[in-house]
């Protein structure tokens, strides 16, 4: 999860009767870079997405048709999260605030910050949208295991050539990559940032 800037609906008109209009889902989809909003995986790989209500349409009825309510998810992401959603406990909006305040990686897993009761929300299955969910770890690692094996070849380059190579891996922690927190992680770690 990484903290995302709500772009202006761009067809207010159809909002009105329909939430996941064509015009704005697109523009969502942008926002976060055809990822889930929460669990950074990339959605239309595999299928369409869904537009879901971050407060849920169940208990706000009057956020149905609300632009701050609506974001890009994951079918799973979606399923974990529907009826958990706790008004007085709520999980991390990444529009409205920096995930990494309550986040720490470790590796390909997610812990919450000390004294984040928000974090340790979010990130697990019974109250949240499950982080460290066995696929999305699968996933996370070999992300990460890729990028370590490209650094670790570059050990026996030349100085140039080394530099190069390091330099082109850079962007892979670039928001619109898949599991950009836990590359950006890992770059950090290995001081490639
Ligand atoms: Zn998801």
């Known amino acids: 999860m990484i903290k995302l800037s709500r772009p202006q609906c761009p067809n207010q008109e159809a909002l009105r009767t329909n939430y996941k209009h064509p015009d704005n889902k697109a523009v969502l989809i942008l926002a976060s870079h055809d990822k889930c909003m929460y669990c950074e995986s990339k ?3 595999t299928y369409y997405g869904d537009i879901e209500h971050i407060k ?9 048709f609300d632009w701050g309510n609506l974001g890009y998810v994951c079918a799973r992401c979606n399923g974990y ?3 958990k959603y706790d008004e007085a406990n709520p999980i991390l909006n990444p529009y409205d605030e920096d995930p990494e305040t309550h986040i720490v990686v470790l590796g ?5 910050k000390d004294n984040s009761t ?3 929300i979010t990130i697990e299955e019974q109250s949240g949208v499950h982080l460290n969910r066995p696929a999305l770890i699968e996933r996370r690692q070999d992300r990460i295991n ?3 094996k490209v650094i670790g070849a570059c050990a026996k380059l030349e100085d140039s050539a080394k530099e190069a190579v390091l330099e ?10 898949e599991y950009s927190l836990c590359v950006k992680a ?3 770690t290995e001081g490639i940032d």
Do not use: M, Q, R, T
Request: no cysteine.
């Open 186 to 188: 890992l770059l950090k």
């Open 56 to 64: 849920p349409k169940s208990k706000f009825p009057g956020l149905e």
């Open 146 to 148: 890729l990028l370590k």
């Open 81 to 83: 999260k529907s009826d």
């Open 43 to 45: 959605v239309s790989h």
């Open 118 to 120: 928000k974090g340790k």
């Open 108 to 112: 390909a897993f997610f812990a919450h």
């Open 168 to 177: 082109s891996i850079k962007p892979e922690a670039e928001e619109d990559k």
